[in-house]
T-cell receptor
Framework: GIQVEQSPPDLILQEGANSTLRCNFSDSVNNLQWFHQNPWGQLINLFYIPSGTKQNGRLSATTVATERYSLLYISSSQTTDSGVYFC???????????FGEGTQLTVNP | DAGITQSPRHKVTETGTPVTLRCHQTENHRYMYWYRQDPGHGLRLIHYSYGVKDTDKGEVSDGYSVSRSKTEDFLLTLESATSSQTSVYFCAITRGLNTEAFFGQGTRLTVV
């Protein structure tokens, strides 16, 4: 099956800093999503982005499907950005999302 | 927010007992999924359904069964719970293939 690798596994920032999270995948995909799991365990949809670039406030994402990677940018980080960020992909031959192991982000005040 | 309700939200059960978790959706989405989340593994697919009475296995299906008798409900059953099934279980829904997935709030299951 498809492999999904996220980096870095852990990231600690001071409030106000910017960061880039990366997701590499091993095969062609028709679907890619970024999720934020907050400290209460909720999975929150950030982006549905199989290709191209999207922005939502301080967050933006870019997927380069031909090169099999996606990037999530967080600017001017806030303590409420803390949690785990997951990338999940659906390969072209599949019918389900495969998750990476996530990036644990801690934003300190 | 997508209309997905998981029940119960928390459960403690003894080894060897049967357990059923319920996922209820109000979105009329065709696809429903059960995932488990464990430290170091992210989320892994247990079973999914692509319509009423149509289900298929995921990557970690051993020890689990599912049923979908109505569009809105997807049940996950542990016939005889084991300690290795202690986990957080998430239900997800999608309208179709290659569409955005939405997740329920999760069920924390502890098998003692």
């Amino acid at each position: 099956g498809i492999q999904v690798e996220q980096s870095p596994p852990d990231l600690i920032l001071q409030e106000g800093a910017n960061s880039t999270l990366r997701c590499n995948f091993s095969d062609s995909v028709n679907n890619l999503q970024w999720f934020h799991q907050n400290p209460w365990g909720q999975l929150i949809n950030l982006f549905y982005i199989p290709s191209g670039t999207k922005q939502n406030g301080r967050l933006s994402a870019t997927t380069v499907a031909t090169e099999r990677y996606s990037l999530l940018y967080i600017s001017s980080s806030q303590t409420t950005d803390s949690g785990v960020y997951f990338c999940a992909v659906e390969e072209t031959s599949g019918s389900r999302l495969t998750f990476g192991e996530g990036t644990q982000l801690t934003v300190n005040p | 927010d997508a209309g997905i309700t998981q029940s119960p939200r928390h459960k403690v059960t003894e080894t060897g007992t049967p357990v059923t978790l319920r996922c209820h959706q109000t979105e009329n989405h065709r696809y429903m999924y059960w995932y488990r989340q464990d430290p170091g593994h992210g989320l892994r697919l247990i079973h999914y359904s692509y319509g009423v009475k149509d289900t298929d296995k995921g990557e970690v299906s051993d020890g689990y069964s599912v049923s979908r008798s109505k569009t809105e409900d997807f049940l996950l059953t542990l016939e005889s719970a084991t300690s290795s099934q202690t986990s957080v279980y998430f239900c997800a829904i999608t309208r179709g293939l290659n569409t955005e997935a939405f997740f329920g709030q999760g069920t924390r299951l502890t098998v003692v």
